[in-house]
Structure formats: structure tokens, C-alpha cells
């Protein structure tokens, strides 16, 4: 068996390519196909465990879910998590590396790195395309970037390996849409435009008559079909591949206040989606420019880093710090997921560089743990059971972080985790009840963890969010607008 293949390429980052090829994936699996989602290289903090004992980007791990597919390395063989401007973290087949500096990245040196990458990349695709129906692709940013183009494994660099067609989407509600259709297929070779089969059109609002005109120029222009404008999707809630949600979403009452605050390298903020989505929580992220209002909050949550040691002392330099500590003798909760986990320690060490210069910085010192970075990475699904006060619940989610922590002092943890080999006792709840820290991502998924926890906080509701159910709903909303504004046929011909 040798898949069709299809790839999604945009003119410029959040065109709309992961939802694309999420729509793409389920409509394939509606029609029975057995189709897989694939992208060669993304660079992205926001990642997901795979089945077989990796990471990938969470853009992909969406798509596979809209596939319904399980989870797998193979669907993003090249992952790049940036731990600062000039670093990051190289994710090869689900496993890290190394950390490389950026110019060595993109220079000299970096282009012997990319034919490696490329050899991993094409290993993947080959044992998709002998696996699957169909594998639809996904590019990473722009085609069009000069700079990027020698060695380029992830946008025409690939699909010229793979012999693959393109289409090509833009996304209308930035402005310029023709401009960008135009001039990014403009700045491509004449064999890479042959790959571009048809364009689509993304988030257009109003009166498609006011359109036409333009995509009538369009095809002409260029020889090539607009196979679809897709409308502006008001409230889709899906994973996001790295972005932090900027809108908020009105609701009538709210109970609870959390704010979540937005350290320079957050990581997996997906964690937050049940609470943003809650119907009585007022949810926000802030920054650490924005003014602390902390005696307003209920509850203040520090995420997961991809550089725990700058991220704390950015944290430490900030009006924060001092804005935690207030809260805390107002009797404010304080919730910490993994690297927030490490950051409530005592001591946070990192003695081999794992993810930069700096070899140890003192915590907040609200948790009797001590953290050391190492360089084998935890990645593992798991499940457990959350305990607060009297209550045993089940929680499942995953763990993903280059630490270990120890315990300096007797405490209450927070969750014992079922591993193959016994129970591990995992974070800890503060003998005030006032801190509640773990390195468990998704702790929010299951409804009745998240009921559990905003007990916990203060909030007893007879309403609840299961993101799951919520996911799958969005994923279906997707593909059916595909299917009815996307010709689908003429996309299969390709």
C-alpha cells in the first residue's frame, strides 16, 4: 500500500494549516480512508506523549485524534522546543537530543544537521505511506521565507522529496489575503509552483458575492482554482499549537477567579482550556509586565517552563513575586504543574546545562522539595488518583519534564500515579491546603478531577467541562464546514 499524500502549506504562521488538516483528517475518516496527519518539523512549546513512549507537537496530536488514530512519533519526527532566543531543544523521533544554538541551527553546521533531519523526516513519512489510506501533511510557517529555503526540510523542501501536491491557504482576516496568495507563490521556484494545485481562503466574515470578484482575478492570475473559502468559525476551541488564547470568553455569572500567569517560556498552557472553558470561572493570563491585581484572584496558577531557571528568576524579578506572597496571606490558593511545581521548591539545580548557563537558583520556598534537571526526559501517559482533603479521585494525563524532585521533609502529596512497577507518590499539598503542586499534565481533562479541584478552590458548581467531549464536538464542527465549503472531490483528484 503506498498513501495519496497531501500537503498544507500557508503563506504565513496561524493561517490555519493545523485546522485545515485536522478538518481534512476526519473528513478521510468519515469516508472510511485510514489516513494519518504528518509534519515534518514544527517548533512549537506546546507538545503531547505518544503511545509509544515519545513527544510531538500538539497540533499533530489533534490531528490524529480528528484521524482517530492513536498517537504516534511518526506523525512529527522533527520537534523543536525553543528554551530562549537562541536556543532549543531538538526532539528527534519523540526522543531529545541535544540543544543547539541557532546559528549553528541555520548555518554551516546546521545544514549537515537538516540532512539528518531530513533522513529522520523521510523514515517517518515511509512507514506512513506503507501504513496508511491517505497522509496529509502539514507544513511550518511560510514557503516563502528566503532565508530558510537552503536545506529546507518542512515546507517545499519536503514536499519536492515526497513529490507531493500543495495547496495553498491564507488566511483573509489579517488583510492582504491576494497579496499574500500572489506574492508567496511569486517567491517560489518553478517546479515548487507546479506543486501548488489551488489555494483556499480562511476565516472570511460576511457576504461571499463581495468576494467573488477577487477570486475570479485569482484563478486567473495565477491558472490556478480557489477550492475553497472557509467562514470565519466564531468560538472554535482547539488545541493550541503554541499561541495563548488572546480573546475572552464572555460568560453571564462567574464564582471563581484564576488567573494563570504567562512566563517568557510557558509550555503546554493547553493544560487550561477546561478552566478557560468553565462556565462559572473567570480565567485570564497575565503577564509578567501586566499589573498584579492578585487580591481579586482566587486562584493563581504558575504552568510548565521550558526554561524553569530564567522563567523563575524573570518570575522573581517581576511584581509577581511579591504579589504570590500577598495572596498567600489572604488565603489565596496557589497551583503549580510541573516546572510551576519546581519553581515552589526549595532549590532548583541544573548541573549539566539541560537547559542553559545557569546551574542553580533557590525557589519560592513554599514546598519542602528540591529539583535537579538531568538529562533523560520523563515522558510517560499516565493515571492515578488526585487527593484533596478526604476525596480519592481518578486522574489520568501525562508527564513530560526533564526533573526529579525529591522530598526534604514529610508532606502530603497531591497524587499517587499508577506505574508498571508500583505506586509513585507525585507532588504535594500544602499542610494549609492552600498549595496544590504536581507534575501531572492534564489534571483539568477529567470532570471530575476538575470538579474536585475547584471544590478544592472554592468553587462547588453542578456544572462541569469535559475537554474531551468538547474536542471531539469542535473537531466535527471543523469537518463539516470543510466538507460543505472545501471541494473535496477536486481536493481528492490531486
Not at 468519515?30 to 500538539?58: C, W, Y
Not at 468538547?470 to 464542527?477: A, S, V
Request: glycine share 8%.
Amino acid at each position: 500500500m503506498i498513501a495519496k499524500t497531501l500537503m498544507v502549506q500557508g503563506t504565513t504562521s496561524d493561517a490555519g494549516k493545523s485546522t485545515l488538516v485536522a478538518g481534512l483528517c476526519r473528513l478521510f475518516a468519515r469516508q472510511g480512508h485510514n489516513v494519518a496527519p504528518f509534519k515534518p518539523q514544527n517548533m512549537a512549546l506546546n507538545s503531547a506523549v505518544t503511545e509509544d513512549g515519545g513527544e510531538i507537537g500538539r497540533a499533530q496530536a489533534l490531528q490524529a485524534v480528528a484521524a482517530n488514530q492513536a498517537l504516534r512519533t511518526d506523525f512529527n519526527p522533527i520537534l523543536l522546543k525553543p528554551s530562549s532566543d537562541q536556543r532549543a531543544q531538538v526532539i528527534v523521533h519523540g526522543k531529545a537530543l541535544t540543544t543547539l544554538e541557532a546559528t549553528d541551527f541555520w548555518g554551516k553546521q546546521g545544514l549537515s544537521y537538516k540532512a539528518k533531519a531530513m533522513k529522520a523526516v523521510l523514515e517517518s513519512y515511509q512507514r506512513l505511506t506503507s501504513e496508511f489510506d491517505y497522509v496529509v501533511v502539514e507544513g511550518a510557517g511560510s514557503p516563502a521565507e528566503i532565508n530558510l529555503r537552503e536545506g529546507d526540510i518542512a515546507n517545499m523542501g519536503f514536499a519536492e522529496e515526497a513529490d507531493c501536491p500543495v495547496i495553498l491557504i491564507a488566511d483573509i482576516d489579517k488583510g492582504g489575503v491576494f497579496a499574500h496568495l500572489v506574492g508567496t507563490l511569486a517567491l517560489l521556484s518553478e517546479s515548487e509552483q507546479a506543486r501548488i494545485k489551488g489555494f483556499v481562503i480562511n476565516r472570511f466574515r460576511g457576504d461571499m458575492s463581495l468576494l467573488q470578484s477577487g477570486l475570479d482575478w485569482l484563478e486567473e492570475y495565477t491558472g490556478k482554482p480557489v477550492l475553497g473559502v472557509l467562514p470565519y468559525l466564531d468560538g472554535l476551541h482547539l488545541d493550541a499549537e503554541d499561541a495563548i488564547p488572546q480573546h475572552q470568553i464572555q460568560k453571564q455569572q462567574t464564582k471563581l477567579k484564576v488567573v494563570v500567569i504567562v512566563l517568557p517560556r510557558i509550555s503546554n498552557h493547553t493544560d487550561f482550556e477546561p478552566l478557560r472553558l468553565h462556565p462559572e470561572v473567570e480565567f485570564s493570563y497575565v503577564r509578567l509586565s501586566d499589573n498584579p491585581k492578585v487580591t481579586d484572584a482566587d486562584v493563581i496558577i504558575l504552568p510548565g517552563s521550558k526554561n524553569v531557571i530564567e522563567d523563575l528568576r524573570a518570575l522573581k524579578s517581576s511584581d509577581w513575586h511579591e504579589a504570590i506572597q500577598r495572596h498567600l496571606r489572604y488565603s489565596g490558593k496557589l497551583i503549580g504543574i510541573c516546572g510551576g511545581y519546581q519553581m515552589l521548591g526549595q532549590v532548583i539545580a541544573d548541573p549539566i546545562g539541560v537547559e542553559g548557563s545557569i546551574t542553580h537558583e533557590v525557589g519560592l520556598r513554599y514546598l519542602p522539595v528540591t529539583t535537579t534537571l538531568n538529562s533523560e526526559k520523563n515522558l510517560k501517559n499516565v493515571t492515578g488518583n488526585l487527593v484533596i482533603g478526604q476525596q480519592s479521585i481518578v486522574v489520568q494525563g501525562y508527564e513530560i519534564h526533564c526533573g526529579n524532585s525529591t522530598y526534604t521533609d514529610f508532606c502530603q502529596h497531591a497524587i499517587e500515579l499508577d506505574y508498571p512497577s508500583g505506586s509513585v507518590l507525585d507532588g504535594v499539598v500544602s499542610d494549609d491546603k492552600q498549595i496544590l503542586a504536581t507534575y501531572l499534565h492534564g489534571l483539568f481533562d477529567a470532570p471530575d478531577s476538575l470538579k474536585a479541584i475547584l471544590e478544592w478552590a472554592g468553587l462547588t458548581s453542578d456544572k462541569n467541562v469535559d475537554i474531551d467531549k468538547i474536542r471531539e464536538q469542535q473537531i466535527e464542527r471543523l469537518a463539516d464546514v470543510c466538507e460543505q465549503y472545501i471541494d473535496i472531490e477536486k481536493v481528492c483528484e490531486f
